[in-house]
């Protein structure tokens, strides 16, 4: 099993509060009274009501924008006024189309975001060229690593246009050196300093909780780097709820103890069990004798204790910060120091050099270690209680374990997150990849590879 800390002290003691009345103006999970519900963990036979009656509402929107989409490209030889009329009387039958943009840090980020701009009909300019409306006529959009920082930011910003986005983003500020913070950022030490109420909650914290505040102040909304913003919140956004948006999905992979090691750093297996999460829950469609069967959990109430598919000792909320599950889907410390101990022979991350980030991570290390009485291999890893463990007792090879460690997608050969939209349940007509891994040095073009392999 992943060495993960012992909880300082329980003081998650039982509340009587209601989520809706909790405060998370600190980075402490709370817990709270569990809703009623008649089932917590369910089977990965389908989507969930949640997302299929969402859906439903989005098609009427998606509909409505292939009109005029399809109308701009003069289509002489296709019939788009019988197409529309077929579609109109039966609804359900407008495509399923859905974008995955890769990991690829900056570079990802960044053309992933103009790629946004060039398909949305709110830019006079793509209008004129005939790409814009694309953005509107998707019911899915994916990120990964780098990738999922325009996802967050398209969501959690309230779909705004991406000019108005990038303006939050204030990319003049530098990010990972913010040693002294400025009115944009936070100071590392502060950024640190913030993790502690989780930490003395009885959560372990880790460098994806590090990375997930620091780049919020760039990607989430909400005051103090959406300190108060969890990705639950999404679904309670007007956008969201008028379904102007694609619903944003994210993904990564399953560690688990049996994972190859490197300098004592564990890397995935290519067959690693996927875990992927949107506004409504996170869970995973494969089976596995490691994460157990295929299940979904609602993501509001992530990091509540389960035993057999039920709550123990109240639910937690507060846990599905927006900052903690960007940073999760970023996770690659552990790549990046693989990668600077070999001298590049190992953990070769898309052949882009990253070794330049390992010093960084060493810096972190001795935070974590002053701070949390944290070794290197208790803080590299995102890990969050399991809601589908079948007992809250030590794993053993018959049930899936207390908790999960998940990665970047990247180590497991998954840059580009396709995963999710290609499942069966969603009914998948059309999937835009953009990929900006760069796969191929020395001008880090893409070769293919991330497609391939995903």
Not at 372 to 387: C, R
Request: aromatic share 10%; net charge negative.
């Amino acid at each position: 099993m992943l060495a993960v800390p012992e909880a300082p002290v329980d003081k998650l003691s039982v509340r009587s509060k209601t989520p809706s009345s909790v405060d998370f103006s600190t980075y402490e999970p709370v817990r709270v009274e569990c809703p009623q519900r008649d089932q917590w963990v369910r089977p990965a036979h389908g989507v969930s009501d949640e997302e299929a009656d969402w859906i439903k509402g989005r098609k009427q929107k998606v509909l409505r924008s292939l009109h005029q989409y399809l109308g701009r490209l003069h289509l002489d030889d296709f019939d788009l006024k019988s197409y529309l009329r077929r579609l109109e009387c039966e609804p359900e039958r407008t495509p399923t189309i859905g974008m995955a943009i890769s990991g690829g840090g900056w570079l990802s980020a960044m053309t992933g975001t103009a790629i946004l701009r060039a398909i949305d009909d709110r830019f006079a300019p793509s209008v004129k060229e005939r790409t814009g409306g694309l953005l509107q006529s998707m019911s899915y959009l994916s990120g990964l690593s780098g990738g999922s920082w325009p996802v967050m930011s398209l969501a959690t910003y309230n779909n705004p246009t991406i000019q108005d986005m990038v303006g939050h983003w204030h990319t003049n500020d530098s990010t990972l050196d913010a040693a002294k913070g400025t009115p944009h950022r936070a100071s590392s030490v502060a950024v640190l300093k913030q993790l502690v109420p989780k930490f003395e909650a009885g959560f372990n914290v880790s460098i994806p909780d590090f990375l997930g505040r620091l780049f919020a102040y760039e990607f989430v909304a909400g005051p103090n780097g959406g300190m108060e913003t969890m990705l639950s919140d999404i679904a309670e956004l007007s956008s969201f709820k008028n379904h102007e948006v694609p619903l944003p999905m994210w993904q990564a992979p399953m560690s688990t103890s049996d994972n190859i090691e490197f300098f004592h750093l564990k890397v995935p297996f290519y067959n690693a069990t996927i875990y992927e999460w949107s506004p409504f829950e996170l869970g995973a469609w494969s089976s596995s004798a490691a994460s157990g069967p295929g299940s979904f959990f609602p993501i509001k109430y992530l990091g509540t204790k389960m035993a057999v598919g039920k709550p123990v000792d109240g639910c937690v909320v507060g846990f599905d910060r927006a900052s903690f599950m960007l940073g999760v889907a970023a996770d690659a410390a552990n790549f990046w120091l693989i990668e600077a101990y070999s001298n590049g022979t190992l953990g070769s991350f898309s052949k882009r050099d990253i070794s330049h980030l390992a010093g960084a991570i060493e810096e972190l290390q001795q935070g974590f270690s002053q701070i949390f009485n944290y070794t290197l291999t208790e803080h590299i890893y995102a890990t969050m209680p399991n809601p589908f463990a079948k007992s809250s007792s030590v794993t053993n090879d018959d049930m899936p374990p207390v908790n999960l460690t998940l990665l970047d997608g990247s180590e497991a050969g998954q840059s580009l997150p396709l995963w999710p939209h290609i499942q069966p349940a969603r009914d998948p007509e059309f999937i835009i990849a953009w990929d900006a891994d760069g796969d191929a040095l020395p001008y880090s073009w893409s070769n293919g590879t991330n497609l391939y392999n995903s």
